[in-house]
């Protein structure tokens, strides 16, 4: 298959690469596995990240004497859903730290969450030359002959 004139679109965040990157991001700030865990288990709990796909997502996050909470936006090629969740951590009663996740392109949120990054979807433009011209049936119209 001919790469010329195909573009390559990455694939969008699954809700799966969503969670754990937010697990990921989380352990990366220095919380213990254990509660990036725990955090991670209870994303399951919203149907915005069951089953669904997103271009961008930000997230809010932070935990204080042992309670967690995420606020997130997802976005789905200009289509915003805001939500947040909240829970207790289960040994972590003195534990607090937050953080942000800023919005990304999806490889590089993979990337950053040290996740795999999935091959990109090869798109085939249109060449130019053919882009403007008419097709056969529309040259045709107009020379009719009178009967």
């Not at 990455?10 to 990366?28: C, H, N, T, V, Y």
């Not at 942000?100 to 091959?119: G, K, L, N, T």
Request: positive net charge.
């Amino acid at each position: 298959m001919s790469t010329a004139g195909a573009i390559k679109v990455p694939l969008p965040l699954s809700s799966i690469e969503i969670k754990d990157g937010i697990a990921s991001f989380i352990r990366q700030a220095g919380v213990p596995e254990s509660a990036a865990a725990q955090i991670r288990q209870g994303l399951n709990r919203t149907c915005s990240l069951n089953r669904q796909c997103y271009s961008k997502v930000t997230v809010g996050w932070k935990i204080v004497a042992g309670e967690w909470k995420i606020e997130y936006q997802l976005d789905d090629f200009g289509r915003i859903t805001n939500g947040f969740l909240n829970g207790k951590l289960v040994d972590c009663d003195n534990l607090e730290a937050s953080g942000v996740i800023e919005p990304m392109p999806p490889d590089r949120f993979r990337r950053e969450s040290e996740q795999p990054i999935p091959a990109p979807t090869v798109v085939q433009t249109k060449p130019d030359d053919k882009a403007h011209t008419f097709s056969q049936s529309i040259r045709g119209r107009g020379k009719h002959r009178d009967v």
